[in-house]
């Protein structure tokens, strides 16, 4: 705990030491003293309780009053210590180096009762104002951080908020109904939580950016995307631009989860041997997102029944998957499907 009015005096003259405490006792101060540099040294770094000034002679043997100014304002925890210098020498030489040491001030003995109380107590006081302001300046930046953590959380919620509901809108134009969007969002979390690579941020951000994975089929012809059967070559060029729409859309924010949207967007379709689109990149080329929403996606459209099929058996989707690992699917993403089958199906079941 940090007393106030708290001063060190050093001086190699007890009689000096004791004229000093005399005077400054009418300022209630509480002392503290040291007849050599050294003794000052050691009595600043042990004690427990800061120091607001330092009475400094000059004239010491071993190791004089410049030098212990100099050590201690190396020093960054006694830097900010005012000292004022107490000496007999008046030569303007002395004077500056005193000054160009740190020193705040300079009082030539013998010193007057009424000049050494005024200028320890404009020292102090100035010595207290910069330490409030610090700590106000402390005070501001940790209540600047907290409210940027707020309003990041804020800004988060609304992403969050936002995609929700664009999906959800997907979803009713979709002839996939269901959650599947939601499904995927769970197993795609849980893929990132298993993936050595991976942490926590990595689970929320697939967790709430992967159910933009189709938004960008929105810009996609209502006669081209719920069309009944396989597509014409040139309706699938069309219907494969949904990705890059998206991206492009998606791209333009600087927000952490809608970029993540974007990248997932725009990868997800990718295959590992490179015959996705719409880059055809392949292997670790693809984004991780991409990799974990490309296998999250078949796994759960396999799983259930879509307008132009029924759902697969899980051990026919298994069989799916394990042979189009390393041609389709990441084969680390489908090694950690496999083992932990039970919480992946867990999710399917999931209406």
């Known amino acids: 705990m940090t007393s106030q009015n708290r001063i060190l005096i050093v001086d190699d003259v007890p009689e000096n030491i004791q004229m ?102 404009t020292n102090t006081d100035n010595y207290r104002a910069k330490k409030a302001l610090k700590q106000l300046n402390i005070d501001l930046e940790i209540k600047s951080k907290f409210e940027k953590a707020r309003l990041t959380t804020e800004l988060e919620d609304n992403q969050k908020e936002m995609i929700w509901m664009l999906t959800e809108l997907m979803e009713a134009t979709s002839d996939e109904t269901g959650k599947h969007i939601r499904r995927v969002a769970e197993i795609s979390s849980l893929l990132a939580h298993y993936h050595p690579s991976m942490n926590g941020e990595d689970e929320i951000a697939l967790y709430h950016a992967s159910p933009m994975h189709d938004i960008g089929k929105m810009t996609i012809p209502p006669h081209i995307l719920h069309k009944p059967g396989r597509y014409t070559e040139e309706e699938f060029e069309i219907m494969k631009k949904h990705t890059s729409n998206a991206y492009h859309l998606l791209s333009k924010s600087d927000r952490r ?91 399917s079941n999931i209406s």
């Open 20 to 121: 000093a405490m005399n005077i400054l006792q009418e300022g209630n101060y509480e002392f503290s003293y040291a007849q050599n540099g050294s003794e000052a040294l050691s009595i600043i770094e042990s004690e427990q309780e800061e120091f607001e000034l330092i009475l400094l002679d000059v004239m010491m043997p071993i190791m004089d009053g410049f030098e212990v100014c100099e050590k201690l304002k190396s020093l960054p925890q006694w830097s900010d210590i005012p000292i004022i210098f107490l000496t007999a020498r008046t030569d303007i030489d002395s004077i500056t180096r005193g000054f160009e040491l740190g020193g705040a001030d300079y009082v030539t003995k013998p010193f007057h009762a009424s000049e050494l109380l005024a200028r320890v107590r």
């Open 257 to 347: 989860l809608i970029k993540s949207a974007a990248t997932i967007a725009y990868e997800h379709h990718e295959k590992w041997n490179g015959t996705g689109y719409p880059r055809g990149l392949k292997g670790n080329e693809i984004h991780i997102y991409g990799r974990i929403v490309a296998l999250a996606d078949v796994f759960d459209a396999l799983t259930h029944a879509r307008s132009y099929k029924e759902a697969w058996a899980i051990d026919d989707v298994v069989i799916y998957i394990k042979a189009h690992s390393e041609t389709q699917f990441d084969p680390q993403l489908v090694d950690i499907l496999l083992e932990h089958l039970d919480e992946f199906v867990a999710i």
